[in-house]
């Protein structure tokens, strides 16, 4: 299936951004970065208790957009990968990323 068609499906996602505890500063940088490529969005925006969870659709946009947090704000970055599927076209495994980025308090 052409990557243009997965692309058109809202639902669609390949990696979600964790911003923990919610910051307003941090989540306008993160939705600027986002919007500076046209052809990555945003599936889904999930608030918690904790944080918010901004679901994407390029994972190697929110790979880098995580290390541009790390060196703009003071904080913890981690990315960790979950399997997701095996193509069966290529038998290639397809993983879904998980970047998480706990702000340090501040003193």
């Known amino acids: 299936m052409p990557r243009d068609i997965c692309l058109s499906n809202n639902l669609y996602f390949e990696a979600t951004i964790q911003i923990r505890p919610y910051d307003k500063e941090v989540f306008d ?9 046209p052809k990555v969005f945003v599936s889904k925006l999930v608030e918690r208790k904790e944080g918010i ?3 994407m659709s390029s994972q190697s946009y ?10 703009t704000f003071k904080g913890d970055l981690k990315i960790t990968r ?6 069966k076209l ?5 993983y879904r990323a998980t970047v998480l980025f706990r702000l340090k308090p501040k003193e």
């Open 82 to 87: 979950t399997l997701h599927t095996q193509c």
């Open 53 to 55: 969870d901004i679901v």
């Open 90 to 94: 290529t038998s290639k495994l397809l």
């Open 29 to 37: 940088f993160v939705m600027k970065q986002i919007k500076k490529r």
């Open 62 to 71: 929110a790979r880098r957009i995580g290390k541009k947090l790390k060196q």
